[in-house]
């Protein structure tokens, strides 16, 4: 099963993959791209491996080569090494999080190939989805919507969806 959520910046989407595979059972693979702020203002983006806390840059104001993405430089090789270890965790892992399936991580040749697998695999998939990229994956998986005021609801929908899934 794959579960898409989706919504504008700032709506709560990382927040509630992460309240979800809270509630979940299973050994969860994947990743993380919280935000580096400097003084207040936002320079960048990380990577954070679930599994082991591992770090590494995504994208940063400070990164002076790689394929620019608004006011940021993307660090491709971060992405690939971080995907690459994904595809190897997925073997021992139930449930594959993505935070988050963006235009930045699209320019590793190994995120696509890690995404293709996880979506193509017998693991509950739940990402969060650039809203740029709804029409790519909507008929690969449930895209959920999620703004501020949702948030409760929406994981008791997510819950309610994966449970049903299980009892099948």
Partial sequence: ??????????????RLLKEVLEELDGEVCGFFTPEIRENG???????????????????????DEGPS???????VEGVERFSKKV?????????????EIGV????????????KM?????KL??????VNLIDRYEDQGKVIWVTRGSAKDVKKKVIELIERHKDR
Avoid: C, Q, W
Wanted: proline share 1%.
């Fill in 1 to 14: 099963m794959n579960i898409f959520l989706t919504g504008k910046p700032g709506s709560g989407k990382t």
């Fill in 41 to 63: 203002d936002r320079t960048g983006f990380r990577i954070k491996d679930i599994k082991t806390g591992d770090k590494g840059v995504l994208a940063s104001v400070k990164i």
């Fill in 69 to 75: 993405v608004s006011k940021y430089k993307v660090n």
């Fill in 87 to 99: 595809m190897e965790d997925m073997a021992d892992s139930d449930i594959v999080a993505i935070d």
């Fill in 104 to 115: 930045m991580e699209l320019y590793s040749d190994s995120f696509s190939e890690m995404l």
């Fill in 118 to 122: 996880a979506i193509e695999s017998d």
């Fill in 125 to 130: 998939l739940i990402a969060t989805l650039h």
